[in-house]
């Protein structure tokens, strides 16, 4: 069984710029959630998507956007980028029919906007 | 506004020691508790987790204590070791919301020494 895999693992961008994330999820998950996560912070919630349509999304603006395709992989965009956007970006997913809580984690994609 | 406090923000024990790692939160809906460690370059990795009809649970050297009426929790790691140097993070999720969304701590860097 694969984890969670994440494409690429590190990225530089400047100010303006836009920026597309990749995420495969683990065999037999159809949920996969994006988190945002600063240096020396947690992680917080970007948006979640479930049977390719978005299921609740945090406190980010609209220039936020992804997508959810039929093998359940997504992809996370962020246009017109600004320096407060580096950070890691984590994808989780969740089990198909299971409990929807145990999200596993990939490694990260760290994104560095100068 | 931090759903979930966590502290102390670093902690240093020696090995064999038992570092407590304290989370506190208000949302009296959230009702799944699980703790995750991460190591630099990688993402969070789920480490054990709780509900709060129990009021501990035990996996191997990590044991999660649960107050429900203090609205707290807390992380035990029995006889530590240098290969547990880490961050932790707490987190909560509200199964009634989206889908698991997780509400991350801070963070507790650890440093077990040898």
């Known amino acids: 069984e694969t984890g969670v895999t994440q494409s690429p693992t590190h990225l530089i961008k400047t100010r303006g710029q836009q920026v597309t994330l990749r995420c495969s999820s683990q065999s037999g998950h159809n949920t996969v959630s994006w988190y945002q996560q600063a240096l020396g912070q947690g992680p917080q919630f970007i948006f979640q998507?479930?049977?390719?349509?978005?299921?609740g999304r945090g406190n980010f603006p609209p220039r936020f956007s992804g997508l959810q395709f039929p093998n359940y992989s997504s992809e996370l965009n962020v246009n017109a980028l600004e320096l407060d956007d580096s950070a890691l970006y984590l994808c989780?997913?969740?089990?198909?029919?299971?409990?929807?809580?145990?999200?596993?984690f990939g490694p990260g994609t760290r994104l560095l906007v100068l | 506004q931090q759903q979930v406090k966590q502290s102390p923000q670093s902690l240093i024990v020696q090995k064999g020691g038992i570092p407590i790692i304290n989370c506190a939160y208000e949302n009296t809906a959230f009702d799944y508790f699980p703790w995750y460690q991460q190591f630099p370059g990688k993402g969070p990795a789920l480490l054990i987790a709780i509900r709060p009809d129990v009021s501990e649970k035990k996996e191997g050297r990590f044991t999660i204590s649960f107050n429900k009426s203090a609205k707290q929790f807390s992380l035990h790691i029995m006889d530590s070791q240098p290969g547990d140097s880490a961050t932790y993070f707490c987190?909560?999720?509200?199964?009634?919301?989206?889908?698991?969304?997780?509400?991350f701590g801070r963070g507790t860097q650890l440093t077990v020494w040898p």
């Open positions: 998507y479930y049977r390719e349509e978005e299921n």
């Open positions: 987190a909560a999720s509200d199964r009634g919301s989206t889908l698991g969304r997780l509400y």
């Open positions: 989780a997913s969740s089990p198909m029919a299971s409990s929807l809580e145990t999200q596993y």
